[in-house]
């Protein structure tokens, strides 16, 4: 079974600092997708990145980076000079192909990363 | 576009009552799911869709029946609430053969049931 670990439940940092969220998953699957979520606390979900297991090539966008270890299986995403809005759940999910189609995925999500930035 | 919608976005139940919850796309997708977000355990696949009369069971399938006899509806029914079913249920969808396996998730329904 499929499997992504989000060993930090809740990170408290002050507004300008740099945190890493940490992902690691386990997978049988050649190919498949890894995607970070966020949920501020108006609940919806927001979609923020998604790699290929083909694609290692690391990604910033903004105050966003997301670096991906395919040796390690992690996919860890770093907010730079964080700020007050950043203040929410992130979870980071993983495609897994569901039977007997071969074709229908669904997500397997960690627990979620409540991250805190304050004044 | 209005995206995935789902209605109500909150209810509150008594145990041992029916309901059902609405999920509607206009992006002619042919993949629905249900999920279901309980605190400190992410998100959880309740069934799914691959098309228009079809579903099938995900992971917490248990006390849930679905519909999908529109393709672009989804529907989850309680037919008999359960304390065990309080919890936040989003609805999300994606098109067969896109590339990424992206799922659009709608607002959310908060449910309790007392």
């Known amino acids: 079974a499929q499997k992504v670990t989000q060993a930090q439940t809740e990170i408290s940092v002050v507004e300008k600092e740099d945190v890493t969220l940490d992902c690691v998953y386990e997978t049988r699957d050649t190919t498949y997708y890894l995607f970070w979520y966020k949920q501020p606390p108006s609940g919806e979900l927001v979609f923020l990145i998604r790699?290929?297991?083909?694609?290692?090539q690391n990604e910033i966008s903004g105050r966003y980076s997301w670096n991906f270890q395919k040796s390690t299986s992690s996919f860890n995403f770093t907010i730079t000079a964080s700020q007050v809005v950043d203040s929410a759940v992130y979870f980071c999910?993983?495609?897994?192909?569901?039977?007997?189609?071969?074709?229908?995925?669904?997500?397997?999500f960690g627990t979620g990363t409540r991250l805190q930035v304050t004044l | 576009n209005a995206g995935v919608t789902q209605t109500p976005k909150f209810r509150v139940l008594k145990t041992g009552q029916s309901m059902t919850l609405l999920c509607a796309q206009d992006m002619n997708h042919e993949y629905m799911y249900w999920y279901r977000q309980d605190p400190g355990m992410g998100l959880r696949l309740i069934h799914y869709?691959?098309?228009?009369?079809?579903?099938a069971k995900g992971e917490v399938p248990d006390g849930y029946n679905v519909s999908r006899l529109k393709k672009q509806n989804f529907l989850l029914g309680l037919e008999s609430a359960a304390p065990s079913q309080t919890s936040v249920y989003f609805c999300?969808?994606?098109?067969?053969?896109?590339?990424?396996?992206?799922?659009?998730f709608g607002p959310g329904t908060r449910l309790t049931v007392t």
């Open positions: 790699r290929n297991s083909f694609d290692e």
């Open positions: 999910a993983l495609s897994e192909t569901l039977p007997p189609s071969g074709t229908a995925s669904k997500l397997t």
């Open positions: 999300a969808s994606r098109q067969t053969g896109a590339s990424g396996d992206e799922q659009y």
């Open positions: 869709s691959v098309g228009e009369g079809t579903t």
